[in-house]
């Protein structure tokens, strides 16, 4: 059932985002937070790396809490980078 949240949250979220949030670059941690609430979710993240991995996301989750703030957010753009 938390996978199929995730999904269904992910595809809300990313179907909401509008092309002109993403002015500026879509890796921006201001762009890629859709609800404004200063978190990173999986799916917020999803919007702006598609090919983005739970594995990949998870490392850059430091304190494992599902989200991700701005320090993690650059650590995540880091690492995606490197793929």
């Known amino acids: 059932m938390k996978t199929l949240t995730l999904i269904v949250t992910s595809a809300l979220i990313v179907g909401s985002l ?7 670059g879509t890796d921006r941690f201001a762009n890629v937070d859709g609800n404004r609430d200063q978190v990173i979710s999986m799916a ?3 919007g702006a790396f598609p090919t983005l991995t739970g594995n990949l996301f998870n490392k850059a989750d430091g304190n494992h ?3 991700l703030d701005e ?3 650059q650590s995540l753009r880091g690492l995606s980078a490197a793929f």
Do not use: D, L, V
């Open 18 to 24: 509008s092309t002109a949030a993403f002015a500026g």
């Open 44 to 46: 917020e993240a999803m």
């Open 65 to 67: 809490n599902g989200i």
């Open 71 to 73: 320090q993690e957010f």
